[in-house]
């Protein structure tokens, strides 16, 4: 499969800040997800996208399906010490109709 | 709530073991998945399956195999378990092929030593 591109790769911030991570890719995909992952766990889906130009909410989360469909941004506003974690971008390819493709991971760590 | 549940949180088992973790899904989806997860290297695809009895290989089949004799069950073989496979191992499903979601179980912890 194909590795997604997925950037910062960590991040290390104070409560209240907003954070900003993106995923780019070469292909073009027809779904964009995201997923958090707390430690010792299962990823956890947060957002799922499927039009290109679509922004989505989830609470203080916001992410975007970029125009060109090969990236994908999510947005954590005000950030808490429970947001920590490790966030994945996954995509679909257009001609593929079954397994995800996985960035490696941003992990975000908040102090209090 | 889907719900994927993996038989086994944590495991350590002996080089050589045959190895078999399973995996149940309640949402009678179509599409099973297996992956391990390794710092550094993201999510790796294993195996899935897109019905019962079909399996497709993934990016690193090797040293695996799997068994889908129920669409609920898809269950992850270690032929023969060496200490390059301990990883967490995380199953999903997913209801279709286009625009769908995948949905993860707990993972499952496994030292091969």
């Known amino acids: 499969g194909q590795q997604l591109n997925q950037s910062p790769q960590s991040m290390f911030i104070q409560e209240g800040e907003d954070v900003s991570m993106n995923c780019t890719s070469s292909?073009?995909?027809?779904?964009w997800l995201w997923y958090k992952q707390d430690p010792g766990e299962g990823p956890v889906l947060l957002i799922a996208?499927?039009?290109?130009?679509e922004l989505t909410s989830n609470g203080r989360l916001t992410a975007q399906f970029g125009i060109t469909r090969k990236d994908s941004f999510l947005n954590i506003s005000a950030s808490i010490p429970s947001d920590v974690g490790i966030y994945f971008c996954?995509?679909?390819?257009?001609?593929?109709?079954?397994?995800?493709?996985f960035g490696k991971g941003t992990s975000l760590l908040v102090t209090p | 709530d889907v719900k994927v549940t993996q038989s086994s949180r944590y495991l350590v088992k002996r080089t050589g073991e045959k190895v078999f973790l399973e995996c149940v899904q309640d949402m009678d989806h179509e599409n099973m998945f297996w992956y391990r997860q390794d710092p550094g290297l993201g999510l790796r695809l294993i195996y899935f399956?897109?019905?019962?009895?079909?399996?497709e290989k993934g990016d690193i089949p090797e040293g695996y195999s799997v068994s889908r004799e129920k669409k609920e069950r898809f269950s992850l073989i270690l032929e023969s378990a060496s200490t390059n496979q301990t990883s967490m191992y995380l199953c999903?499903?997913?209801?279709?092929?286009?625009?769908?979601?995948?949905?993860f179980g707990q993972g499952t912890r496994l030292t091969v030593v």
């Open positions: 996208l499927y039009k290109a130009g």
């Open positions: 292909s073009i995909f027809n779904t």
């Open positions: 999903a499903s997913q209801p279709g092929t286009v625009n769908t979601e995948a949905f």
């Open positions: 399956s897109y019905d019962v009895k079909m399996k």
């Open positions: 996954a995509g679909q390819l257009g001609n593929s109709g079954y397994a995800l493709n």
